[in-house]
């Protein structure tokens, strides 16, 4: 049983490593866009903010509905950050006990 515990423990790190790294490059992209840096109309580039969009709305969406944006600024990838961290690192060595 303990390999199992620490195979579905490196998984779920992972993967929440990966969205992590999504919300943070998802939020970078739309400074970007935002500020006329780089422009939605090159193909390449709105391919990846699809693709980071269709990954980090599920996740950031109940947030930003429950936490309006404060002053033209959403805050919801920060708290969602917060969140996944406080689980990597507070519940997530739970599983490890188990086994």
Known sequence: MG???HFIYSILDGLLGL???A???SAILSWLVAFDVINLRNRMVYSIASF???VT???????QKVIPAIGGV???PIIVLLV?????SYLLPQILLLG
Not at 57 to 63: D, H
Not at 84 to 88: D, V
């Open 52 to 54: 980071l969009d269709a």
């Open 3 to 5: 390999p199992l515990i």
């Open 23 to 25: 919300i943070i490059v």
């Open 84 to 88: 996944i961290q406080a689980f990597r």
């Open 57 to 63: 709305r599920p996740i950031l969406g109940p947030v």
């Open 74 to 76: 959403d805050i919801s």
């Open 19 to 21: 969205l992590v790294l």
